[in-house]
T-cell receptor, first 115, second 115 residues
Framework: EAGVTQFPSHSVIEKGQTVTLRCDPISGHDNLYWYRRVMGKEIKFLLHFVKESKQDESGMPNNRFLAERTGGTYSTLKVQPAELEDSGVYFC?????????????FGPGTRLTVL | GNSVTQMEGPVTLSEEAFLTINCTYTATGYPSLFWYVQYPGEGLQLLLK?????DKGSNKGFEATYRKETTSFHLEKGSVQVSDSAVYFC??????????????FGKGTKLTVNP
């Protein structure tokens, strides 16, 4: 079974540019989460999809961030325009939909550097 | 919501030394508890988990016991190896919003094991 994949693995852009990150969850996982770790700080939740619907987007920092999950499969996270403080590692995770807490499986992350 | 406090590093040990990384939590009810590990250049991997009080999670020689009396989930390994060098994260569900099992993470503990 393939794990969670993310693309690209690294992205270096200039302030003001746009970047789109992609996450492919484990097949059959309805839950999809985005997290971010800014250098030296905690991993912080950004948002949660259940299938194609946004269940919780309380962690999205501002309206420069837009996440989509068309068709309930892969997800994209767009940052437009990017700012310096957006630099960090963006992780995607997926899990089964069910009662209780199921294990979240993480992708390798996308390291975003905004210059 | 729930929260977690994790011993901050960095921690440097010699091979075969005993490892303890402290993790305490504040939670409503008895959520599942997790340890994730990030090896150099890789993404987050689930190391072990415990789903109820007094459970012991174990994997790759690492252990952690879910202790509700002390609200702790300390990670231990009797004899570390160079290959255990990584960043370790304690985590639990946020619990603040029904239907979204987003995780809250500790700040991470960087472990370096020297030969």
């Amino acid at each position: 079974e393939a794990g969670v994949t993310q693309f690209p693995s690294h992205s270096v852009i200039e302030k003001g540019q746009t970047v789109t990150l992609r996450c492919d969850p484990i097949s059959g996982h309805d839950n999809l989460y985005w997290y971010r770790r800014v250098m030296g700080k905690e991993i912080k939740f950004l948002l949660h999809f259940v299938k194609e619907s946004k269940q919780d987007e309380s962690g999205m920092p501002n309206n420069r961030f837009l996440a989509e999950r068309t068709g309930g499969t892969y997800s994209t996270l767009k940052v437009q325009p990017a700012e310096l403080e957006d630099s960090g590692v963006y992780f995607c995770a997926s899990s089964h939909l069910g009662s209780g807490t199921d294990t979240q499986y993480f992708g390798p992350g996308t390291r975003l550097t905004v210059l | 919501g729930n929260s977690v406090t994790q011993m901050e590093g960095p921690v440097t040990l010699s091979e075969e030394a005993f490892l303890t990384i402290n993790c305490t939590y504040t939670a409503t009810g008895y959520p599942s508890l997790f340890w994730y590990v990030q090896y150099p250049g890789e993404g987050l991997q689930l190391l072990l988990k415990a789903t109820k009080a007094d459970d012991k999670g174990s994997n790759k020689g690492f252990e952690a016991t879910y202790r509700k009396e002390t609200t702790s989930f300390h990670l231990e390994k009797g004899s570390v190896q160079v290959s255990d060098s990584a960043v370790y994260f304690c985590a639990l569900p946020d619990g603040s919003q029904g239907g979204s099992e987003k995780l809250v993470f500790g700040k991470g503990t960087k472990l370096t094991v020297n030969p």
